[in-house]
């Protein structure tokens, strides 16, 4: 389905981001990976499931540096001809009351959750528009949609990102380029299971204990989000059916922003 097209996904080398690549790529997409880490996993995994000669690339931009982020979309643009789809998927999390929060870590997070996506965006956007189309995924969370404590730098760029999809998309509506944020409720990769650890460590109990508990304050399906439903929402958004689809923040949350 998306046979000759190639996608950029920033923060690719692990949990949501990687989930995402290996659907693009079994859909026929050339894949450019971005990301810290097993790098030689992340290209394997990927290329493992590639349909149609997709190929794979990867760029180690960091994410929080605007001119790397730039290079990043060059080097996609020089090695595959185009970044068609961009993901910006990378992100990460600190936990702390807001009196109490490492300015650095608030530098950092503003950074790489929110800057990143407009750098990546107003980059890449041209090329898109010059060639009639493209998709832009912006994975935010549900803490784009509602807060929790002490996450007040990711609530912040969370809740940015949502806001800088809906002005792209605006900017964007009537071109063949789509503008879109994912909001993911828990989905228990790395980010999540520091999280996980945080709170066994802290009550004492066991991992089990703290990932039920975690699950039973927000989510009421008591179920992890995948990274492969999160995946398959990511390639119906690339496919022709969504064409119209533009400015939206669609929760997969198992019911955490339906409460
Ligand atoms: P993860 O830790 O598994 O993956 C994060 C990825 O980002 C990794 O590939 C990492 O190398 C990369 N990364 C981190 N800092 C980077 C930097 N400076 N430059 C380049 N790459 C960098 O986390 P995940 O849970 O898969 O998170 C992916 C996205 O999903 C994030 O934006 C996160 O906020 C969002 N999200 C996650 C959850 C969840 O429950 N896990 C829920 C909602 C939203």
Known sequence: ML??????????????????AQALAAQGAHVM????????AAKAAVAQVATGGAR?????????KPAEIEAMVRACEAEFGAVDILVNNAGIQHVAPVEDFPVDRWDAIIAINLSSAFHAIRVALPGMKARGWGRILNVASVHGLVASA????????????????KTVALETATTGVTVNAICPGWVLTPLVQKQVDA????????????????????????????PEELAGLAVFLCSPAAN?????????????VAQ
Not at 33 to 40: K, R
Not at 244 to 256: F, P, T
Request: hydrophobic share 40%.
């Open 3 to 20: 046979n000759g097209k190639t996608a950029l996904v920033t923060g690719s080398t692990s949990g949501i981001g990687l989930g995402m």
């Open 33 to 40: 990976l971005n990301g810290f880490g097993d790098i030689e």
């Open 56 to 64: 794979v690339g990867y760029h180690g931009a960091d994410m929080s």
């Open 150 to 165: 002490q996450k007040s730098a990711y609530v912040a760029a969370k809740h940015g990102i949502i806001g800088l999809t």
């Open 199 to 226: 709170r066994a460590a802290a009550a004492g109990i066991s991992e089990d204990e703290a990932k039920k508990q975690l699950l039973a304050e927000k989510q009421p399906s008591l179920q992890f989000t995948t």
């Open 244 to 256: 119209n689809l533009r400015g939206a923040a669609i929760n997969m949350d198992g019911g955490w």
